[in-house]
C-alpha cells in the first residue's frame, strides 16, 4: 500500500475523519452548483453548465464520500461513476449516495483501460494534493474527452503530509496552470462561503476550469 493509500485509509477509516470530509466537499459542491444556476449564455461558467447538462456518461476522479458525484447525478440524467483511491471512501459515498455508482480506482497507476466512453471527466480538491498535477489530468484526458477541475485558486501552500496525494496542499493553481498546457474551453471563480483549508489564511476562492487536449 503507498503512502498515499495508507493515509487517506486513516483518514476515512474513522467517524470524525468521514464528517470532517465530508462537510467540504459539501460545502465546495452546494457553493460551485448555487453559482451555476445563477450564471446566464455571456457569463463565464456557461459553459460550463451545459457541458454538464449534456454528458451522457460521467466520470468523477477523487470522489471522497460521494457527495460530487450525487450533485452532478441529480443535476442531469445520464451515468455518473464516482471514483477514489480509499476503499473505505468508496464504501461511505455508496452508502450515502444511491443516485450514483462508486468504484476503487488509483488514478495514478491502475490500469485505464476499462473505462471508457465517458464525455466529462470532474475532479473537485484532489490535484492541489500533488507537485505535479499534469499527469494525473492527462490520465484524466484518457478517460474522458474533456475534464471539469476545481481547484483551490491562488491559495498559499500548507504545511502537512504531502507524498503525491496526502493532506498538504502542495501546488498553487492560478489561470495560467491550465492555459499553457490545455485548451481552456470555460472557467470561473467562487467564493466557498462556509470553507476554508486551514487558519494560514488561504485566499477561500475556487477556480472551475473546463479543459480538453490541445492538438500538440
Known amino acids: 500500500m503507498s503512502d498515499a493509500k495508507t493515509y487517506w485509509a486513516s483518514r ?24 451555476l ?11 460550463i453548465g451545459r457541458t454538464l447538462r449534456r454528458a451522457r456518461r460521467v466520470i468523477e476522479i477523487g470522489c ?4 460530487m458525484s450525487a450533485a452532478v447525478a441529480n443535476f442531469r440524467r445520464g451515468v455518473v461513476l464516482g471514483t477514489d483511491l480509499s476503499p473505505e471512501a468508496v464504501v461511505e459515498a455508496a452508502q450515502r449516495y444511491p443516485q450514483a455508482s462508486f468504484q476503487v480506482l488509483d488514478i495514478q497507476n491502475d490500469d485505464l483501460g476499462h473505462l471508457n466512453g465517458y464525455n466529462l471527466a470532474v475532479c473537485s480538491n ?22 471539469l477541475i476545481l481547484v483551490p485558486y491562488n491559495q498559499p501552500l500548507s504545511d502537512g503530509y504531502d507524498s503525491e496525494g496526502g493532506a498538504g ?13 490545455y485548451k481552456v474551453l470555460d472557467g470561473f471563480l467562487f467564493k466557498t462561503e462556509g470553507w476554508q483549508h486551514s487558519t494560514n489564511g488561504e485566499n477561500p476562492r475556487q477556480y472551475a476550469v473546463l479543459v480538453e487536449k490541445t492538438n500538440v
Open 169 to 181: 496542499h502542495v501546488y498553487t493553481f492560478t489561470r495560467s496552470t491550465f492555459t499553457k498546457h
Open 126 to 147: 484532489v490535484l492541489e494534493h500533488f507537485k505535479n498535477p499534469h499527469p494525473i489530468i492527462d490520465r484524466m484526458l484518457q478517460i474522458a474527452d474533456t475534464c
Open 64 to 67: 471522497g464520500t460521494g457527495e
Open 12 to 35: 476515512y477509516g474513522h467517524a470524525q475523519g468521514v464528517a470532517h470530509h465530508s462537510r467540504q466537499n459539501d460545502q465546495i459542491t452546494t457553493d460551485f452548483f448555487r453559482n
Open 37 to 47: 444556476k445563477y450564471l446566464g449564455e455571456q457569463d463565464k461558467g456557461y459553459v
